[in-house]
């Protein structure tokens, strides 16, 4: 399940680094708090790539372009 399926993030590119930073500018957009955004950095970025594309689709809703 989603914790966030009402931020959509398109997946433009298979860098997993620009995934996260674009999921953070949504997040700030949404109006997350800072400890959330942290949080979420923090379990996308302590994967491999794989790992960080699934820890992204189970915060927000990613969307294949």
């Known amino acids: 399940m989603v914790r966030y399926p009402s931020i959509r993030v398109p997946l433009r ?3 997993p680094l620009l995934l ?3 999921i953070r500018a ?4 949404a ?4 400890g959330e955004i942290a ?4 379990a996308a970025m302590t994967r491999d790539p794989e790992g ?5 689709a189970q915060w927000v809703d990613t969307v294949r372009q």
């Open 13 to 15: 590119t298979p860098n």
């Open 20 to 22: 996260v930073a674009a």
């Open 26 to 29: 949504a997040m700030r957009q």
């Open 31 to 34: 109006g997350l708090d800072r």
């Open 39 to 42: 949080e979420f950095s923090t």
């Open 52 to 56: 960080t594309r699934q820890v992204c």
